[in-house]
């Protein structure tokens, strides 16, 4: 069974920043790419963070120079650090293999507000 498990969302005002972390079971994460997605209502699920299994990493444009993806091997775990929160980055993340099928976790909703 696969499980993702995000946590670490909240209510932040403009320009915070948060940590949210991704616990991963029944797959085998240390060979797999692993993304953050994120979803604002009414709008589609967008990919903006990803990492390979060697560490490489790529964002969206939207969050370049803002967010950090990383991930822990040895413990199953993924990362996102974001910084310099903006209104827009509100949302609900998760995290999965890009471009699968596996199932969604719940996500943690991130939102920034004055």
């Known amino acids: 069974q696969v499980q993702l498990v995000e946590s670490g969302g909240g209510l932040v005002q403009p320009g915070g920043s948060l940590r949210l972390s991704c616990a991963a079971s029944?797959?085998?994460?240390?060979?797999?790419?692993m993304g953050w997605y994120r979803q604002a209502p009414g709008k589609q699920r967008d990919l903006v963070a990803s990492?390979?299994?060697?560490?490489?990493?790529m964002y969206a444009d939207s969050v370049k120079e803002r967010f950090t993806i990383s991930r822990d091997n040895t413990k199953s775990m993924l990362y996102l650090q974001m910084t310099s929160l903006k209104p827009e980055d509100t949302a609900v993340y998760y995290c999965?293999?890009?471009?699968?099928?596996?199932?969604w976790g719940q996500g943690t909703q991130v939102t920034v507000s004055s």
């Open positions: 029944g797959i085998a994460f240390s060979i797999k790419p």
């Open positions: 999965n293999v890009p471009f699968s099928n596996e199932p």
């Open positions: 990492i390979l299994s060697s560490g490489g990493t």
